[in-house]
């Protein structure tokens, strides 16, 4: 029989995911608002609901948009060959942007609304760019 699939490159498993870095950073910059629009959805649904309280929406928003970042940003890092961080500040920065100009599209906001939403994603975005570009340490199995 025949095997169809994956040939072999010669490469280990771990660097077979591995990508060009803007191609690391276009996928978790896809996460990062797929993540975005699920969390501000159940965020939605919880306010309706009268689970979280009406002003606390500004809050639920600035918390997923963390989190969404940080998701992408590690995505980024484990998935990038080279130049992990640079390529997960610059992702979280481009997604940053992108939410400043829904924000002043959609919302009529001020100058520290804006904040409110930049500064988590990039705190979150360095907190995971620094987490998935570590390199992960071998550690001896233990006999038994």
């Known amino acids: 029989m025949k095997k169809t699939g994956m040939r072999k490159t010669g490469m280990n498993k771990t660097n077979a995911a591995k990508m060009a ?78 939410l400043l100009v829904g924000n002043l599209l959609f919302v009529e906001g001020s100058p520290g609304g804006a904040l409110r939403v930049a500064l988590p994603v990039l705190a979150a975005g360095i907190l995971a760019a620094l987490a998935g570009s570590r390199k992960s340490t071998k550690r001896p199995v233990r006999g038994k």
């Open 21 to 98: 870095p803007a191609m690391a950073a276009c996928r978790g910059l896809g996460l990062c608002i797929v993540l975005t629009l699920v969390l501000c959805a159940v965020c939605a649904a919880l306010i309706v609901k009268g689970v979280l309280p009406q002003q606390s929406d500004g809050i639920a928003g600035s918390i997923a948009a963390a989190v969404s970042a940080f998701g992408g940003a590690y995505l980024t890092a484990k998935q990038a060959k080279a130049q992990k961080l640079v390529c997960s500040l610059v992702m979280c920065a481009v997604y940053a942007l992108v």
